[in-house]
């Protein structure tokens, strides 16, 4: 300590000088600690979400919860009744202790299904002193049955006829089928393409399936089957996508899909656009627009979207930057950020219990979400209304809050990360506030994407460039149907039995939104 008192400078100016040295190599060490301590927590961090993703539950936990309990009381229904079995078939040797179970109300059987009578045949006679019995009524117990596919052959006879006059043969013109020389029918067509890319049922296991019915479907014919019902339904396919791009507002996003390539497997791109103008009350049907890409450049959205200037709502993906370029033509499309996926980044966070911050965050989102849950469904006008008195206040609270807690934090924090990705678009996400189109959330898009995502495990990969075309279109008829209400399968048997002398004029007529008008009186007679 006295050769460091010794060291010191006698000079008053020399004194002053050395401690602000000291001061700021202090601070410039303390701000060091600092950004490292940030650093520090983290990598903490992302080192327990990728835990969590791997040993944890996921984000979006509760549809794993609802299944758990409801295989647990699967299991329990299944242990109570067994018991309640092996206790009836005991009762007759040992004693058991009665016991009454409580079983659940049963419903009715489907009143629309064809009901077969078997009468159990009465005693002609009184058992007891013989004489004639009368009929007091009866008793009925409803059985739900199932009978097991059947196939069949549909034969189609054309009698010719030859004149006895002038001996000219008369014959009726053949009848249009479904594709060109195949004996394929429209309804077995339809369960092909739907179980194919509604159900993600490969060729190769439907192929198998059928087998053991007994029918021999090799997969190349069924691939051909395939290729053909694509070709025939593209009209209709152009028909939706004139009807996509020709909306307000629009939903998109992309998923990932594996594609065969040589010897490896490559990540392919399916893209889908939703036009859904049912949350404003808009009178146009729903449709689904669907493409494939080998890559996620931003080349393909600006294809897809080459001629439309309306409203995209869709995340933070770059590729989209140069349709909101003012420079664009004919007119650059305005930009809508979802709130989910805003919301999705806290919710991460807050989840893993490691941020108050983020579980104030979701908790104040989740406040405009329920407001917004209100309007679905009601005019642009009211919306605007409700939302001007109702949730604009919220937002600017949220807007302070956020800019607020953000200048206290690290830039390292993943918190920080959260808030910057909503307040560097902010003119996005408020956007909402000055357009009722616009709504909260991308949902409708992430809706339609779901069924390829959950059935990626089944196919395992497209076939070909070729193939994820194909699949794409297929994703366009099926997802426009079911955004309309309509049974996938049982349309695109109508459609393909009707298709091929169907007038061009008025193909319109054979699409899901009309298709279920034309069925409705049908129904009700």
């Given at each position: 300590?006295?050769?460091?008192?010794?060291?010191?400078?006698?000079?008053?100016?020399?004194?002053?000088?050395?401690?602000?040295?000291?001061?700021?190599?202090?601070?410039?060490?303390?701000?060091?600690?600092?950004?490292?301590?940030?650093?520090?927590?983290?990598?903490?961090?992302?080192?327990?979400?990728?835990?969590?993703?791997?040993?944890?539950?996921?984000?979006?936990?509760?549809?794993?919860?609802?299944?758990?309990?409801?295989?647990?009381?699967?299991?329990?229904?299944?242990?109570?009744?067994?018991?309640?079995?092996?206790?009836?078939?005991?009762?007759?040797?040992?004693?058991?202790?009665?016991?009454?179970?409580?079983?659940?109300?049963?419903?009715?059987?489907?009143?629309?299904?064809?009901?077969?009578?078997?009468?159990?045949?009465?005693?002609?006679?009184?058992?007891?002193?013989?004489?004639?019995?009368?009929?007091?009524?009866?008793?009925?117990?409803?059985?739900?049955?199932?009978?097991?596919?059947?196939?069949?052959?549909?034969?189609?006879?054309?009698?010719?006829?030859?004149?006895?006059?002038?001996?000219?043969?008369?014959?009726?013109?053949?009848?249009?089928?479904?594709?060109?020389?195949?004996?394929?029918?429209?309804?077995?067509?339809?369960?092909?393409?739907?179980?194919?890319?509604?159900?993600?049922?490969?060729?190769?296991?439907?192929?198998?399936?059928?087998?053991?019915?007994?029918?021999?479907?090799?997969?190349?014919?069924?691939?051909?089957?395939?290729?053909?019902?694509?070709?025939?339904?593209?009209?209709?396919?152009?028909?939706?996508?004139?009807?996509?791009?020709?909306?307000?507002?629009?939903?998109?996003?992309?998923?990932?899909?594996?594609?065969?390539?040589?010897?490896?497997?490559?990540?392919?791109?399916?893209?889908?656009?939703?036009?859904?103008?049912?949350?404003?009350?808009?009178p146009d049907p729903p449709a689904a627009l669907f493409f494939y890409s080998r890559n996620r450049n931003g080349?393909?959205?600006?294809?897809?979207?080459a001629g439309y200037a309306g409203i995209l709502q869709a995340d933070a993906y770059a590729g989209f930057g140069?349709?909101?370029?003012?420079?664009?033509?004919?007119?650059?499309?305005?930009?809508?950020?979802?709130?989910?996926?805003?919301?999705?980044?806290?919710?991460?966070?807050?989840?893993?219990?490691?941020?108050?911050?983020?579980?104030?965050?979701?908790?104040?989102?989740?406040?405009?979400?329920?407001?917004?849950?209100?309007?679905?469904?009601?005019?642009?006008?009211?919306?605007?209304?409700?939302?001007?008195?109702?949730?604009?206040?919220?937002?600017?609270?949220?807007?302070?809050?956020?800019?607020?807690?953000?200048?206290?934090?690290?830039?390292?924090?993943?918190?920080?990360?959260?808030?910057?990705?909503?307040?560097?678009?902010?003119?996005?996400?408020?956007?909402?506030?000055?357009?009722?189109?616009?709504?909260?959330?991308?949902?409708?898009?992430?809706?339609?994407?779901?069924?390829?995502?959950?059935?990626?495990?089944?196919?395992?990969?497209?076939?070909?460039?070729?193939?994820?075309?194909?699949?794409?279109?297929?994703?366009?008829?099926?997802?426009?149907?079911?955004?309309?209400?309509?049974?996938?399968?049982?349309?695109?048997?109508?459609?393909?039995?009707?298709?091929?002398?169907?007038?061009?004029?008025?193909?319109?007529?054979?699409?899901?939104w009309n298709w279920k008008l034309r069925q409705i009186p049908a129904a009700a007679d």
């Open positions: 300590m006295e050769n460091a008192l010794d060291e010191l400078p006698d000079d008053i100016a020399a004194l002053k000088a050395a401690l602000l040295a000291e001061r700021g190599a202090r601070r410039k060490a303390e701000a060091t600690a600092s950004a490292s301590q940030a650093l520090i927590a983290h990598l903490k961090l992302l080192i327990a979400k990728l835990r969590h993703e791997q040993y944890g539950q996921s984000a979006e936990r509760g549809r794993k919860l609802l299944d758990q309990l409801e295989l647990q009381l699967e299991e329990l229904e299944a242990d109570t009744t067994e018991s309640a079995v092996a206790a009836e078939e005991k009762a007759d040797t040992s004693t058991v202790q009665g016991f009454a179970r409580r079983r659940p109300v049963r419903a009715p059987l489907p009143a629309h299904l064809p009901r077969e009578r078997v009468v159990i045949p009465a005693p002609c006679a009184c058992l007891s002193c013989g004489g004639k019995l009368a009929k007091l009524g009866e008793d009925i117990t409803e059985t739900l049955e199932v009978v097991p596919r059947q196939w069949k052959v549909i034969q189609t006879v054309r009698e010719k006829f030859s004149c006895r006059a002038c001996e000219k043969i008369t014959q009726p013109p053949a009848p249009f089928h479904p594709i060109a020389r195949a004996r394929a029918g429209a309804s077995l067509l339809a369960m092909i393409l739907y179980a194919k890319f509604g159900e993600h049922q490969p060729l190769n296991r439907q192929s198998e399936t059928y087998a053991r019915e007994g029918v021999e479907l090799d997969v190349s014919t069924l691939a051909d089957w395939v290729g053909a019902c694509t070709a025939s339904l593209a009209p209709l396919i152009e028909l939706i996508r004139r009807h996509v791009l020709a909306a307000e507002r629009l939903h998109g996003d992309d998923t990932t899909v594996p594609v065969l390539a040589k010897d490896k497997t490559v990540i392919g791109r399916v893209w889908a656009y939703v036009r859904d103008d049912r949350p404003f009350a808009g080349e393909h959205p600006n294809r897809h979207l140069d349709l909101y370029d003012a420079r664009r033509r004919p007119s650059p499309i305005t930009e809508a950020a979802c709130w989910s996926h805003g919301r999705r980044k806290f919710f991460a966070l807050a989840d893993l219990g490691k941020s108050p911050l983020a579980v104030e965050a979701v908790r104040r989102i989740d406040a405009i979400f329920a407001i917004e849950r209100e309007i679905n469904g009601i005019a642009v006008e009211q919306r605007l209304a409700i939302r001007a008195e109702r949730i604009k206040p919220l937002v600017g609270e949220l807007e302070e809050w956020m800019r607020t807690e953000r200048a206290r934090l690290s830039r390292h924090a993943d918190i920080s990360k959260a808030m910057d990705y909503m307040l560097k678009r902010w003119p996005a996400f408020t956007r909402v506030l000055d357009d009722g189109r616009i709504c909260l959330s991308n949902n409708a898009v992430e809706r339609a994407l779901r069924g390829i995502a959950l059935g990626r495990r089944a196919w395992l990969f497209a076939g070909s460039d070729r193939g994820g075309e194909r699949a794409a279109a297929m994703y366009t008829l099926i997802g426009t149907a079911k955004l309309n209400g309509v049974d996938p399968q049982a349309w695109l048997a109508d459609v393909l039995r009707r298709i091929a002398d169907h007038p061009v004029s008025r193909l319109p007529e054979l699409l899901p």
